[in-house]
C-alpha cells in the first residue's frame, strides 16, 4: 500500500479495519466508560456506528464516492454520546474529502482539522479529557502536515494515545476511578488501525480484559435518547434549543434535512415531543441509564460466561485459548470433554462451539448455547466476537452474525493434484499450480475485504507464497492474512470476509 496517498478503496478498507478494531476493543471500552454517566456502552455505541458506516460503503476507487458514503452512514448510525460525537467527526473529515483525488498527507490534516471543528460543534459544553480532546490533539499534530500519508497517520495516532494518557489528569471523575476516558481512547483505535493499515502492520487479535473502575460516577436514573430528525430548513441550532432544557450531554449531528441527536433525560417522552415538533422523527432508541448502570456495577471479575470450543490444530487451539476458550479435541473424544468442561462450571452458562451437537447439551443445569462450526476457521470467527461480560442471549448473538459475515473455503492437495471446495460447495479439482493460480478468480471473492488464510500442518511455504500472490494479483481490494492452524486436514483453510 502506497504510503504517499490512498485512493477510496484503500480508504474504505481503513474504515473496515477500524471498526473491526473497534468490534475487537468493544468491551474493554465498554468497561472504562464511567463519564458522562457509567452505563458500559462507550465500545457497543462506538462498534455500532462504525459497523453501520462499513456496512454502506461502495466499492469504489473513487475517494469521493466513499467520503460522501461516510459522511451519510456517520449520521444515519451515530448512537450514544461519544457515538454521536465520532459521527460529526467523521462527517466533517469526509465533507473535507468529498472532493479530493485521493487521500494525502496534507489532505488527512485538514480533514482532521475539520473533523475537530465538527466535533465540537456536535455538543454545547466540550468537555476536556474526552473524545473530543483526542480529535483536537491529532488535528493539531499534522500542523504542518508532514509528506508522507504514513508518517503523518503515525504521528496523528501517538497524539490519539497521548491525549489518552492526558484524559484522567483533565476529568476528575476519571482520576478517582482509575481509568481512561473510554471515547478518546476509541479514537485512538481507529487512529491506530489507519497507521497499521498504512505501514502493514499487524492488529492485535485480542484486546485486554475489561476493566473494573474504582468507583463509579453518580449519574443520573434517566433515560439515553437517541433518535433522528428530518425537515428541509431544520438547524441545529432549532434541535438545541429544543432539546437542551430537557436533559444534559446533548450531543447534534448533521444539518438539513437530517439531524441526529443524543440527550439524557429523566422524562424521555419530552424530547420526542419537542423534536416531533421541528420534523418527522425516525430511529428512535430509548435505554434505561439506571438499569445500565446497575448491570455495569454489578460486573465481578470472574468471568460468568464460558466458552469452550472444539478444534483441530494446534494453531487453532493456541488462538482460541488466547481468546479466553477452554479448548477440547474435535470429533467423538471432545464430546465427553465438552461435557466435563461445562460440568466443571457448575450452573455458570457457557457457549460451545463445535461441529456437531452430542449428548452434552441436555446436561443441564447452567443453561447452553451451541454455535455450529464447521470448520476451526469458523469457530475462531465466533471466539474473535465473544465477550465474556455480556448475557448468554447477547453473546451467542453477536457471535452468529460473526459467523454469518465469514465464508470458509478448503484446498488440499494429494501428490500433484488439488482440491478445492468453496463456500458455496462448489468443487474443482486441478493439478496444484494450476488450482493455486486460479483461485482467486472465484466469485465467492468478489466482495471480500479480508482473507485469512489458515495453514495446515502438511503446508509448503512455495505453496502459501504462490497463493497469496494469486489473491493479491486479482483481487486489489482484501487484506491478506496467514494463520498457523495447525490441522491435520485440509491444508488450507481460507475465511473470507
Known amino acids: 500500500m502506497s504510503d504517499e496517498q490512498w485512493d477510496g478503496a484503500q480508504f474504505a478498507q481503513a474504515l473496515h479495519m477500524a471498526a473491526r478494531h473497534i468490534e475487537v476493543h468493544r468491551a474493554y471500552l465498554d468497561g472504562l466508560n464511567v463519564f458522562p454517566v457509567p452505563d458500559g456502552d462507550t465500545g457497543t455505541n462506538l462498534a455500532h456506528t462504525l459497523r453501520g458506516i462499513v456496512a454502506a460503503l461502495p466499492a469504489s476507487d473513487a475517494l469521493g464516492g466513499v467520503a460522501r458514503a461516510l459522511a451519510d452512514g456517520a449520521l444515519q448510525h451515530g448512537r450514544g454520546n461519544s457515538g454521536i460525537i465520532l459521527a460529526q467527526a467523521l462527517r466533517g473529515l469526509a465533507q473535507s474529502l468529498a472532493h479530493a483525488p485521493t487521500l494525502t498527507a496534507g489532505d488527512l490534516a485538514a480533514a482532521l482539522r475539520a473533523a475537530s471543528c465538527a466535533a465540537d460543534a456536535a455538543v454545547a459544553s466540550p468537555v476536556d479529557g474526552t473524545i473530543l480532546s483526542g480529535i483536537r490533539a491529532t488535528a493539531a499534530a499534522l500542523d504542518p502536515a508532514p509528506a508522507s500519508l504514513a508518517i503523518a497517520l503515525e504521528r496523528a495516532w501517538h497524539a490519539a494515545r497521548q491525549a489518552v494518557e492526558r484524559s484522567p489528569q483533565q476529568l476528575a471523575v476519571l482520576r478517582e476511578a482509575g481509568v481512561v476516558d473510554a471515547g478518546a481512547h476509541g479514537w485512538a483505535l481507529l487512529l491506530?488501525?489507519?497507521?497499521?493499515?498504512?505501514?502493514?502492520?499487524?492488529?492485535?487479535?485480542?484486546?485486554?480484559?475489561?476493566?473494573?473502575?474504582?468507583?463509579?460516577?453518580?449519574?443520573?436514573?434517566?433515560?439515553?435518547?437517541?433518535?433522528?430528525?428530518?425537515?428541509?430548513?431544520?438547524?441545529?441550532?432549532?434541535?438545541?434549543?429544543?432539546?437542551?432544557?430537557?436533559?444534559?450531554?446533548?450531543?447534534?449531528?448533521?444539518?438539513?434535512?437530517?439531524?441526529?441527536?443524543?440527550?439524557?433525560?429523566?422524562?424521555?417522552?419530552?424530547?420526542?415531543?419537542?423534536?416531533?415538533a421541528l420534523g418527522e422523527l425516525d430511529r428512535i432508541e430509548i435505554?434505561?441509564?439506571?438499569?445500565?448502570?446497575?448491570?455495569?456495577?454489578?460486573?465481578?471479575?470472574?468471568?460468568?460466561?464460558?466458552?469452550?470450543?472444539?478444534?483441530?490444530?494446534?494453531?487453532?487451539?493456541?488462538?482460541?485459548?488466547?481468546?479466553?476458550?477452554?479448548?477440547?479435541?474435535?470429533?467423538?473424544?471432545?464430546?465427553?470433554?465438552?461435557?466435563?468442561?461445562?460440568?466443571?462450571?457448575?450452573?455458570?452458562?457457557?457457549?460451545?462451539?463445535?461441529?456437531?451437537?452430542?449428548?452434552?447439551?441436555?446436561?443441564?443445569?447452567?443453561?447452553?448455547?451451541?454455535?455450529?462450526?464447521?470448520?476451526?476457521?469458523?469457530?475462531?470467527?465466533?471466539?474473535?466476537?465473544?465477550?465474556?461480560?455480556?448475557?448468554?442471549?447477547?453473546?451467542?448473538?453477536?457471535?452468529?452474525?460473526?459467523?454469518?459475515?465469514?465464508?470458509?473455503?478448503?484446498?488440499?492437495?494429494?501428490?500433484?493434484?488439488?482440491?478445492?471446495?468453496?463456500?458455496?460447495?462448489?468443487?474443482?479439482?486441478?493439478?496444484?499450480?494450476?488450482?493455486?493460480?486460479?483461485?482467486?478468480?472465484?466469485?465467492?471473492?468478489?466482495?471480500?475485504?479480508?482473507?485469512?488464510?489458515?495453514?495446515?500442518?502438511?503446508?509448503?511455504?512455495?505453496?502459501?507464497?504462490r497463493l497469496c500472490a494469486a489473491i493479491a494479483r486479482h483481487r486489489a481490494t482484501p487484506r491478506i492474512v496467514t494463520l498457523d492452524g495447525g490441522q491435520a486436514a485440509p491444508r488450507y483453510l481460507l475465511a473470507i470476509e
Open 192 to 276: 491506530e488501525a489507519w497507521a497499521a493499515l498504512a505501514h502493514g502492520r499487524p492488529l492485535a487479535a485480542t484486546a485486554p480484559p475489561p476493566p473494573r473502575p474504582r468507583r463509579s460516577a453518580a449519574g443520573p436514573a434517566g433515560y439515553c435518547v437517541n433518535l433522528m430528525i428530518t425537515a428541509a430548513e431544520i438547524t441545529p441550532e432549532q434541535v438545541r434549543r429544543a432539546l437542551a432544557p430537557l436533559g444534559d450531554s446533548l450531543a447534534i449531528a448533521g444539518t438539513a434535512p437530517r439531524i441526529r441527536a443524543h440527550l439524557h433525560t429523566a422524562h424521555p417522552g419530552q424530547p420526542l415531543d419537542a423534536a416531533a
Open 287 to 465: 435505554q434505561n441509564m439506571a438499569q445500565q448502570c446497575r448491570q455495569q456495577r454489578h460486573r465481578t471479575d470472574d468471568l460468568p460466561l464460558g466458552l469452550v470450543a472444539a478444534v483441530a490444530g494446534d494453531g487453532f487451539a493456541a488462538l482460541l485459548g488466547a481468546l479466553g476458550a477452554t479448548v477440547v479435541p474435535d470429533g467423538a473424544a471432545g464430546d465427553a470433554a465438552i461435557a466435563e468442561a461445562l460440568l466443571a462450571r457448575a450452573t455458570q452458562p457457557a457457549i460451545v462451539l463445535s461441529e456437531r451437537r452430542a449428548a452434552w447439551y441436555q446436561l443441564g443445569p447452567a443453561p447452553i448455547a451451541w454455535l455450529p462450526c464447521a470448520t476451526p476457521a469458523h469457530a475462531l470467527a465466533a471466539a474473535l466476537a465473544f465477550d465474556a461480560h455480556a448475557t448468554l442471549a447477547e453473546a451467542a448473538a453477536t457471535m452468529r452474525a460473526a459467523l454469518a459475515r465469514v465464508a470458509v473455503a478448503s484446498i488440499d492437495i494429494v501428490g500433484t493434484r488439488a482440491l478445492l471446495v468453496g463456500p458455496d460447495g462448489s468443487i474443482t479439482d486441478d493439478a496444484v499450480d494450476a488450482l493455486l493460480d486460479g483461485c482467486a478468480t472465484h466469485a465467492w471473492l468478489d466482495d471480500a475485504e479480508l482473507v485469512s488464510i489458515s495453514t495446515g500442518a502438511a503446508a509448503s511455504p512455495d505453496e502459501v507464497l
